[in-house]
């Protein structure tokens, strides 16, 4: 099956940024839909932004100008590009795409989460 697997989450202070990278491998037969989620201690799991196969993002407002989403098709990978991070950014961050595998059906596959530490 489609594995994802997530890097470039780390402690940054405020202000600061991070990009964070999902690359899924496997026997893929379609990509859809990509993005992130992120849960914090105590919280709901909240849809952070994503991006559809033709490039259209979306996002939260509570990351709306300070987040980008984008796909590398090529790669199979999904990046958050994250600026102007906030101590409420803290959280685990799971990125997800909707794929295609070998048995012709649709599936949503999950990365493994990565921490984003947010200090001020």
């Known amino acids: 099956q489609v594995q994802l697997v997530e890097s470039g989450g780390g402690l940054v202070q405020a202000g600061g940024s991070l990009r964070l990278s999902c690359a899924a491998s496997?026997?893929?037969?379609?990509?859809?839909?990509m993005g992130w989620y992120r849960q914090a201690p105590g919280k709901q799991r909240e849809l952070v932004a994503g991006i559809g196969s033709g490039g259209s993002a979306n996002y939260a407002d509570s990351v709306k100008g300070r987040f980008t989403i984008s796909r590398d098709n090529a790669k199979n990978t999904v990046y958050l590009q994250m600026n102007s991070l906030k101590p409420e950014d803290t959280a685990v961050y799971y990125c997800?795409?909707?794929?295609?595998?070998?048995?012709?059906?649709?599936?949503?596959?999950w990365g493994q989460g990565t921490q984003v530490t947010v200090s001020s």
């Open positions: 997800y795409a909707d794929v295609v595998e070998g048995d012709y059906r649709l599936q949503k596959r």
């Open positions: 496997g026997n893929i037969l379609s990509m859809g839909a």
